[in-house]
């Protein structure tokens, strides 16, 4: 069973910057594809960012410039930098893991992201 624990939210004026952490547990983390993905009330879940076991990355065009998404397989952690914050970036954001060799997906418990204008 793959555990996510996620860590860094908070509330932060718009230009700042904040952290995401999601450490990983139960599985070989270092092929494990890992993402970001937020949901805003009344919006569905959507990608910001993911990174595959090999490194590569992909962003929705929405944070590309601003944010980045970045593993540390010793510590079986995934990060995502986020700067330049805008109102819009709102959101209670989800650690994602993809574990092969089937792909089952499992998600984190969720940290709220909140900016303010």
């Known amino acids: 069973q793959v555990q996510l624990v996620e860590s860094g939210g908070g509330l932060v004026q718009a230009g700042g910057s904040l952290r995401l952490s999601c450490r990983a547990s139960g599985s070989i983390f270092a092929t494990n594809t890992m993402g970001w993905y937020r949901q805003a009330p009344g919006k569905q879940r959507e990608l910001v960012a993911v990174i595959a076991g090999t490194g590569s990355t992909n962003y929705a065009d929405s944070v590309k410039g601003r944010f980045t998404i970045s593993r540390d397989n010793a510590k079986n952690t995934v990060y995502l930098q986020m700067n330049s914050l805008k109102a819009e970036d709102t959101a209670v954001y989800y650690c994602?893991?993809?574990?092969?060799?089937?792909?089952?997906?499992?998600w984190g418990q969720g940290t709220q992201v909140t900016v303010s204008p």
């Open positions: 994602n893991a993809k574990v092969p060799p089937v792909w089952a997906n499992y």
